[in-house]
Nanobody
Framework: QVQLVESGGGLVQAGGSLRLSCAAS????????MGWFRQVPGKEREFVAA????????YYADSVKGRFTISRDNAKNTVYLQMNSLKPEDTAVYYC?????????????????WGQGTQVTVSS
């Protein structure tokens, strides 16, 4: 069992930055690929970014490529999402997720554990 707790969300103006954190507890963090997803009311939860368990490879949705950076610190059992040049369309609840093993999926159905989410609101 893995428990995930996100933090760092808030209200920011367009063009601003936020850094989300996701702290994990439970099983060995370094054994899990980690992902960030986001969801707005009435829409499907969508993939944002993911990182291999070693941190060596990262993957991004086209909509955030070049603006967002995912990283992890296995010594701190934490994954981060640095979000720069934020746009109003980035407004959503952001969730982190954990997937045991070497695969780094971009579909929500393949993840094993989820956090409770943190709200990000970007004003225009």
């Amino acid at each position: 069992q893995v428990q995930l707790v996100e933090s760092g969300g808030g209200l920011v103006q367009a063009g601003g930055s936020l850094r989300l954190s996701c702290a994990a507890s439970g099983r060995t963090f370094s054994g899990y690929a980690m992902g960030w997803f986001r969801q707005v009311p009435g829409k499907e939860r969508e993939f944002v970014a993911a990182i291999k368990r070693s941190g060596g490879s990262t993957y991004y949705a086209d909509s955030v490529k070049g603006r967002f950076t995912i990283s992890r610190d296995n010594a701190k059992n934490t994954v981060y999402l640095q979000m720069n040049s934020l746009k109003p369309e980035d407004t959503a609840v952001y969730y982190c997720a954990a997937k045991f093993g070497v695969l780094v999926p971009s579909t929500k159905e393949q993840y094993d554990y989820w956090g409770q989410g943190t709200q990000v609101t970007v004003s225009s």
